[in-house]
């Protein structure tokens, strides 16, 4: 998308030019320890680009969730989340099917014609009530499934804690998602629809953390530093789809394809 590509290419060329966090010596090896742990080689020019983040939240992103949160009753915000998530259904289905994900994928097929019929388009999630639980998947948690590695960390303004895996992942997400062709297709009633969407999508994200980063902020010594490790630790949960740490995924074959059954009373 022609939009997205100089934002991009700025971003490339930032990251080339910006200082590098200094790696400790071996002969220091806790210091050593912690920086391979943090995966921040790019500390400095991260935390330059935190702050140009808290300065778009301050100024936008903050008033308008807290607008939206005030306007729109606990309902209406309930409906248009489970609205977005329903547009969202096929990019899950398309990256469950990449991961050899049948069971989920089964799931999210059966989630999404329930909601989009009974459910009214998504407004209610009668699929929930039926036993249905969503779940998310995107094209960053395919690669890792896939075997690449996630990359130094990164922290973008207005998207937020990344890094290039999941960054390259958002890319072709958004470049597949058919909902979203509109914006780019400059197609009238289908483009505002789509920005609509995105501005809903944004705000309603931020909405739903406003406890969350204010609590990081009022308590933490270094928020930047609690927002990377919190980042890092629900990407890696995500990735085993909430298996705990250090449990084997399920056998595939070679393929990714599931053939054993799932412990009793959890979903796949």
């Known amino acids: 998308m022609s939009f997205l590509r100089r934002p991009t290419l700025l971003l490339l060329g930032l990251l080339t030019l910006s200082a590098c966090a200094t790696r400790p010596p071996a002969s220091e090896p806790e210091a050593l320890a912690e920086y391979e742990q943090a995966n921040d080689p790019l500390e400095p020019f991260n935390r330059t680009m935190y702050t140009v983040h808290n300065g778009i939240d301050t100024v936008l992103l903050r008033p308008a969730a807290e607008f939206y949160r005030f306007f729109l009753p606990p309902p209406v915000r309930t409906g248009v989340r489970n609205v977005l998530a329903n547009l969202r259904s096929p990019m899950v289905l398309v990256n469950d099917a990449l991961q050899g994900e049948t069971r989920r ?5 059966a989630r ?3 909601n989009s019929t009974f459910g009214i388009g998504g407004l ?3 699929a929930e009530q039926v036993g249905l639980p969503g779940h998310t998947e995107d094209f960053g948690q395919t690669l890792a499934v896939w075997g690449l590695g996630e990359g130094p960390f990164l922290f973008i303004p207005a998207l937020g804690p990344s890094n290039p895996r999941d960054l390259a992942g958002f890319g072709v997400d958004i470049a597949a998602d058919p909902v979203g062709w509109g914006i780019s297709d400059g197609g009238g009633t289908a483009e505002a629809l789509g920005w609509t969407r995105l501005g809903l999508t944004v705000v309603d994200t931020r909405e739903g953390l406003i406890e969350a980063l204010d609590t ?3 308590t933490s010594l270094d928020p930047y530093a609690t927002l990377r490790s919190a980042y890092r630790q629900r990407r890696r949960s995500d990735i085993r789809n909430g298996r705990p740490a250090g449990e084997a995924p ?3 074959l070679g393929t990714g394809l599931d053939v054993t059954e799932p412990p009793a009373g959890q979903a796949r």
């Open 250 to 252: 399920a056998a595939t």
């Open 112 to 114: 999404f014609l329930m």
């Open 216 to 218: 990081v902020n009022e």
């Open 105 to 109: 994928g089964a799931t999210t097929l």
């Open 124 to 126: 209610f999630d009668v």
